[in-house]
C-alpha cells in the first residue's frame, strides 16, 4: 500500500477506543503514514476548511461514524457537500458504523459522497480492499 | 373517578322549557341554556359540556341542524333531541345525520331524562378514558421504539470496540494468551451480539409494515448460505429451488425466518457426524411457496417439540444453548405474514422444519 506515498486518513469517531484502533490498524498495515484522529466532526470539518488554502491537497480518505452526539455523520456529509469541488474530489469518504438501523443504512448507501459503508469491528481486508479501490484508477 | 358535575347545554327556544329544565335538575347538573343553536355555538366555544341537549323544532336551524354542523368541530359531547313531534324523519335524520346519542320526547318524563343523562355521561366518561389509554398507549410504543433503536446501537457499540481489540491484538500479537482466555472472550461477546440482533429483529418483525416486493429463492437462499457456511465448513448444503413463477412476499420477514432456521440447522450438528448437511428446498406456486429445511443434526426430544415456538424456551438435552428467541421470532415473523409452520425431528437423526407462504402476486387481491 506504499503506492500512495501521500495519502493521509482522516478518522472520525466520538468513540475514543474505535479512533485508537482504527488508528493502530492502519499504521501496522501501512496503510497511510498520516493519520489524523477527530472526536468532533465539527473540528475535523474546521480542518479541512484549512486545507482549502492548500497549493495542492493530498489525497485524503476519511472513516467517518454515522452516530455522534453534536453533529452525526449525516449532519458531516451535508456541511461537507458545501465545500468547494477542489477538496472534495481528494477526499474518499467510508462511513464506518456498528448501527442495524436499517434507515441509517440505506441512507449511507443512497448518499453519493460515501463510497462505502464498512461495519463496525472495522476489519483490516475490507478496509484494504475499500481503500485499494479507491485508488486503482490513480495507479 | 367522576370528576365534579356533569356539564349540559339545553337549547330550546321557548324560555319557559328552558327554567322548568332548570327547575328540575339543576340540583343535579351543572346547566347551561341557550336559545337558539347560535347562541348556543357562542356558548361552546366558551365552556366545555359533557351533554348537549337540543329542542328539534327551532327557527333559523333546527336541532338536528345545529347537531350536523358541530359534530366535527365538537365530537365529544354527547348529543339528546327533544321534540314534540314524533316525526320518524325527524329521528332518522337525526341519527344518521347528527350522531344523535338519545332521542326524547317533549313534555319529558323527569326519571328517563335523568336516566337518559347518566347513560349518556357514562358512555362520555367511559369513551375519554379509552382516548387517554390510547395516547398513554401510543407514547408508550413510541418510547420503547426509541429505546429499541438506542439500544441497537448503545450496546453493540461498545461490543464492537471489544471486538475491534480482539482483532487488533490477533494482528500486532501483543497479548500472550496461552489458555485462549481470548478467544473466550470473543465467543461470550458473539454471542451477546447474537443476542442483540435477535431482539433487533423482533423489535422490526413486530412494528414494521409488511411490504411485499418480488422475491427470488435462489439468490436469497445463497445469501444464507454464504453468512453461515463460515460457521462450520464441514457441512454439506443442497439448495433445490423450483421458482417458474414470481413470488411475491415480504423481504424481511422471509429473510428473518430462513436466517433463523438455517441458523439453527448449522448450529445444532452432531459433533461425530461424518457427513453434516443441511438441505434446503423451495417451491413455488401460484398461491404459495413451500420451503423445507431438512438437517441431520441432533435432533429434537419428542417431548420439546411442543415447546419450541416458545419466547425463551430453550432444549436442555444439548450442549449449544441459545437465547431460546430464534424459534419465537419465526413463529412470530410468520404470523404477521400469513404463514405456517410445521416440524418434524427425530432425536438423534435430524429436524425438518417445512413453511409455507402466501404468494402475495398481483391477482391476489
Redo the contacts between chains.
Sequence with gaps: MNSIPDLRVILIDD?E??LL?HE??IT?QQISRTVLSFVNANKALEFLSSNISLPRIPPTVILLDI?MPEMDGFEFLQAFDAYPAKIKSQCHIIMVS?????GDITRTNANPLVIKLL??????KDLKETVEGIFKDFL | MKESRIRILYIDDEIHNLNAFKASFRRSYEIYTATSAQEGKQLLKEIMVHIIIADQKMPVSTGVEFFNEIKDTLPDPMRILLTGYTDVDDIIDAINKGHIFSYIKKPWDEHELHKTINNAYEIYHTRRQLKEKITELEKTNDELNRFI?ST??DL??P???V???I??SR??NSVVDPNGYVDMVESCVLKLDDFI?KI?EYY?NSRLEVEYEKIDFNSLLNDCITAFKPQNTQIRFHTQVEQMIDFRGDTFRISVILNNLISNAVKYQKPDEAEPMVNLAVKVEPHKATISIRDNGIGILSEHLNNIFKMFFRSKNNNKPGSGIGLYIVKEALSKIGGTINVESKYGEGTQFEITIPNRNEFDT
Design positions: 468513540n477506543i474505535d484502533l493502530r490498524l501496522l452516530q456498528s448501527s442495524l438501523d436499517y461495519r463496525k469491528p472495522l476489519l483490516i | 433503536y441497537s446501537h453493540r457499540s461490543l464492537m470496540s471486538l475491534g481489540i482483532n487488533l494482528l500486532d440482533q433487533i422490526r
